[in-house]
């Protein structure tokens, strides 16, 4: 277990306590540090949806409001309320994915041979991420991000949705094909 | 597995972007905030926050030196101040004073 610096620890402690006190400045304060982290936390996992993002952010500023008086610093104060971000994130992931049909195995595409371990070395490849996301239907995307973005496995996601592990690698097998596809079209200038 | 690998960096590729919240957005949420947190009781008072080393903006310091009661000390006076108006509303709004979370959220 990693032992946090005391001063850390104390300083969040007391920037809580504040809070809690209903102090404007320290609520202030508050806002100023973690926004930027929640923000680019969630941004990402909803890509390349914009709209659901900044409802998520307050969504996750006014539950740590409410529920800051549990917090006793056995964390930093932003590992925290990232821990809220990552549950408000996957609740919007697990409404997406319940509500549509999954792939039968007669459905799956044909594994895609080229190999892609060199794509990374691109620059652009930050810009396609966004691009190709964009370009896929939602159930795929979602399966993508919640499996990669937020290192959930086929079979924790199953749990959450109520589907199997093999039904969810099923998704997720037929999502990587398609943003291969999208990819080397990319690269093929397309 | 290759595949496996290959994702995982992708998603790494957009953890370590610094990317920041608009400067509006955070207005927003402090506002928010403010709210929510009125709704359960009064602010802290200026004399308060003051005694626990945080500075106010120049409209805070004349209501925090008035021998005023306490529920004028809890008023959040950024409800009727045009800084937050400008805050919420423009990003990187031109205002400039010390003190003002609404001018501290501006991402210059």
Redesign the interface.
Request: proline share 7%.
């Given at each position: 277990m990693i032992k946090l610096s005391a001063s850390i620890v104390e300083t969040d402690l007391e920037l809580a306590r504040a809070v809690l006190k209903r102090d404007r400045k320290a609520s202030a304060e508050f806002v100023q540090l973690y926004s930027d982290p929640v923000y680019r936390y969630i941004k990402f996992r909803m890509q390349p949806r914009i709209e659901p993002v900044e409802d998520l952010v307050q969504e996750v500023f006014l539950t740590a409001w409410k529920s800051l008086g549990k917090y006793q610093g056995t964390s930093p104060l932003r590992v925290w309320i990232l821990g809220i971000a990552r549950h408000k994130v996957q609740d919007y992931y697990r409404q997406v994915l319940r509500n549509m049909p999954f792939p039968e195995d007669a459905e799956d595409l044909k594994a895609n041979d080229v190999p892609m371990e060199s794509l990374l070395n691109q620059r652009q490849a930050e810009g396609w991420i966004a691009e190709i996301l964009a370009r896929l239907p939602e159930d795929d995307r979602t399966a993508l991000l919640w499996r990669y973005w937020e290192k959930r496995s086929a079979e924790e996601i199953g749990t959450e949705i109520g589907r199997t592990a093999k039904a969810v690698e099923r998704l997720l097998a037929r999502a990587r094909e398609k943003f291969k596809m999208e990819w080397q079209r990319k690269e093929a200038g397309q | 597995m290759?595949?496996e690998?290959?994702?995982?960096?992708?998603?790494q590729?957009?953890?370590e972007?610094t990317?920041?919240?608009?400067s509006c957005?955070?207005s927003?949420?402090?506002s928010?905030?403010?709210e929510?947190?009125?709704l359960?009781?009064?602010?802290?008072s200026l004399k308060?926050?003051v005694a626990?080393g945080?500075?106010?903006c120049v409209f805070e310091k004349l209501i925090e030196i008035l021998p005023a009661q306490a529920n004028i000390q809890s008023f959040?006076y950024?409800t009727v101040c045009h800084a937050r108006v400008a805050g919420e509303r423009i990003e990187n709004a031109p205002i400039y004073w010390a003190?003002c979370?609404y001018c501290?959220?501006q991402n210059r």
């Open positions: - | 290759m595949d690998k290959w994702f995982e960096e992708i998603a590729l957009e953890d972007s990317t920041l919240a608009p957005l955070k927003r949420l402090y928010r905030l403010i929510e947190q009125e359960d009781g009064p602010l802290a308060d926050t626990a945080r500075g106010l959040q950024c003190n979370p501290e959220f």
